[in-house]
């Protein structure tokens, strides 16, 4: 593994952070800092840190569910809670090993430049196949934030010679990532082939069953299926492509009727 060198560090952007709290507990109103140690600990190991970030949020769901705070306001605690931490990233401990972790921190601290340095830093040297499709597909959805469609699509596009046992990720990355960022960005149509093509390397995805993974993407598949027929129809409508439209909506209906008879 090699870390970030000082020269390239130089050329990274240096943004302007906003001011830290986090959310002590789930009963107060207001927050406090987490523990320094705490986060410093937790940074080096993303997989931990993106753990705790998800458990901030899901007791800030439960905060709106219970009428305490609004949705304006978790997302508010939520932002300062994922920045508390990326205030702290030690741009030494970031290898290749676990960049993807820390260009999802920055993502999520609205940081998309930061992240897509970052995302590029991890596809050079991916460990694994699997773990070379995930981040390609999650710079592609960085490069359509920022409005660069050409660099998304042929991020995107990249992965799609990958193995069978590394397609599940590939559509619904598409469908609820790549293509909401980047719709209406003057590759409307680009973005629909991509669709298409996506939902075929679903079908061609092979897991194993016997693992939790490979139930879990077998139980899930139809539903991801049926989803993307029924967005690539309704976006064909939106451009006026009324064949494609209604010949999306027939692929969807055989397909449902072939998982009927499974």
Request: aromatic share 8%.
């Amino acid at each position: 593994m090699r870390c970030l060198t000082v020269n390239a560090m130089l050329r990274r952007c240096n943004p302007a952070w906003l001011a830290v709290l986090a959310l002590a507990c789930a009963g107060c109103s207001f927050g406090q800092y987490e523990d320094p140690n705490s986060v410093a600990n937790k940074l080096k190991d993303p997989e931990l840190m993106l753990s705790s970030l998800d458990e901030r949020h899901a007791q800030l769901v439960g905060r709106v569910q219970t009428g305490e705070i609004t949705d304006e306001e978790k997302d508010a605690l939520m932002l300062e809670a994922v920045t508390n931490y990326a205030d702290a990233v030690d741009e030494a401990d970031i290898t290749t090993a676990n960049a993807y972790g820390y260009a999802e921190l920055y993502r999520r601290a609205d940081n998309w430049e930061r992240s897509r340095e970052i995302y590029a830093f991890a596809i050079e040297e991916a460990l694994t196949e699997s773990r070379r499709v995930i981040d390609t597909l999650q710079y592609a959805r960085v490069c359509a934030h920022l409005d660069d469609m050409d660099a998304a699509l042929e991020a995107a596009w990249s992965v799609f010679e990958t193995a069978p046992e590394h397609k599940e990720s590939i559509l619904p990355a598409v469908l609820y990532e790549i293509l909401e960022e980047g719709w209406g960005k003057e590759k409307d149509d680009e973005l629909l082939k991509l669709l298409r093509a996506a939902i075929d390397q679903h079908t061609q995805a092979v897991i194993d069953v016997s693992e939790e993974r490979g139930r879990q993407f077998l139980q899930a598949k139809p539903f991801h299926l049926r989803a993307a027929w029924n967005r690539l129809a309704q976006l064909q409508r939106e451009l006026g492509n009324w064949e494609e439209a209604r010949t999306a909506i027939e692929e969807a209906d055989a397909m449902s009727q072939d998982f009927a008879t499974l």
